[in-house]
């Protein structure tokens, strides 16, 4: 068994800062690639970034510049950096994590989410 465990998120003001963590647990053999989704209200889940086991990141166009995602490998966990915040924001965001139980297995798991919100 496998768990993401995510930690952060809340409510801040439009231009404020937030960060987000996950750790992952369990049976793992290799983890793959790490990142975040979000999805707002009415609106398909989303990328927001990704961060592979050797460092290439990925970001969705409108968090360039704002959001960071990083790494810890020794400890299975990713964050995400959130400035510069925007109303549109406003999400529930969900880690996910591409990970191998073993020589064999590859599958894709998600965190519970957690809320963030940006008041204007």
């Known amino acids: 068994q496998v768990q993401l465990v995510e930690s952060g998120g809340g409510l801040v003001q439009a231009g404020g800062s937030l960060s987000l963590s996950c750790a992952a647990s369990?049976?793992?053999?290799?983890?793959?690639?790490m990142g975040w989704y979000r999805q707002a209200p009415g609106k398909q889940r989303e990328l927001v970034a990704a961060v592979t086991s050797g460092g290439s990141t990925n970001y969705a166009d409108s968090v360039k510049g704002r959001f960071t995602i990083s790494r810890d490998n020794a400890k299975n966990t990713v964050y995400l950096q959130m400035n510069s915040l925007k109303p549109e924001d406003t999400a529930v965001y969900y880690c996910?994590?591409?990970?191998?139980?073993?020589?064999?297995?590859?599958?894709?798991?998600w965190g519970q989410g957690t809320q963030v919100t940006v008041s204007s």
């Open positions: 369990g049976s793992i053999f290799r983890i793959n690639a």
């Open positions: 996910n994590a591409d990970l191998s139980s073993s020589l064999f297995r590859r599958d894709n798991y």
